[in-house]
């Protein structure tokens, strides 16, 4: 049986944890992963260099860390906002109109310059684990849609997943680059997509989707 004093550990690690991850976000959007070290994590975290190594061995592993929480915290997104009930060709849209709006977001952080440059085997790795499980997802999508009559039954899921993150990757730059109104950009961006999936979609964007 766990004690009141071992959840008050626990507790008291994971809340170390998550202010290690944070100030390791923080310093990174303010220097870049290049500027990153054990010293300077630790003196933003607030904590020892020793409690820092209890946590984590090295920088890489920390900013794996922070790679997999940003990940989950828009996968939590994505399952509150795309409802079950919803048809295949409605949750496509819905995804798509969520990475507009993150890469929208200020900061953007899971955007170029944070993990892209000078990325460490072990950053990397943490980055495939979070596209693997979010391929998955497109595959259900397309998948049900293939079922659904939505799209055509001659896609081929797990290619078009991945063809699909390569574009769903590409927006961020043109998030950035340009300044298109977001809604809109997701507008286009949907009804590109859908028509080549064999979809269909009205002008305007969802109707009680996300973002209105």
């Not at 998955?136 to 849609?145: E, W």
């Amino acid at each position: 049986m766990t004690s009141s004093w071992d959840r008050t550990v626990a507790d008291h690690r994971a809340s170390t944890r998550s202010r290690i991850i944070a100030a390791a976000m923080a310093h990174m959007l303010e220097h870049g992963m290049a500027g990153a070290s054990m010293t300077a994590i630790a003196e933003s975290a607030e904590v020892s260099r020793p409690t820092l190594y209890k946590h984590f061995p090295d920088v890489d592993h920390i900013m794996a860390a922070v790679v997999e929480e940003e990940f989950a915290a828009f996968r939590a997104r994505v399952d509150t906002e795309l409802a079950p009930e919803w048809p295949a060709i409605r949750k496509l849209e819905a995804l798509i109109r969520l990475h507009v709006q993150q890469y929208g977001s200020e900061p953007d952080r899971l955007g170029e310059g944070s993990f892209e440059a000078g990325i460490s085997p072990v950053v990397r790795e943490a980055v495939q684990r979070q596209l693997a499980d979010h391929h998955a997802r497109i595959v259900t999508i397309l998948q049900d849609g293939i079922a659904d009559g939505s799209f055509r039954d001659d896609l081929d899921p797990d290619l078009h997943a991945e063809l699909l993150q390569h574009v769903l990757g590409g927006l961020r730059h043109t998030v950035h680059r340009t300044d298109h109104d977001l809604e809109a950009l997701a507008d286009d961006v949907s009804a590109l997509l859908l028509r080549g999936l064999g979809g269909s979609r009205e002008p305007g964007g969802l109707q009680d989707g996300v973002g209105q």
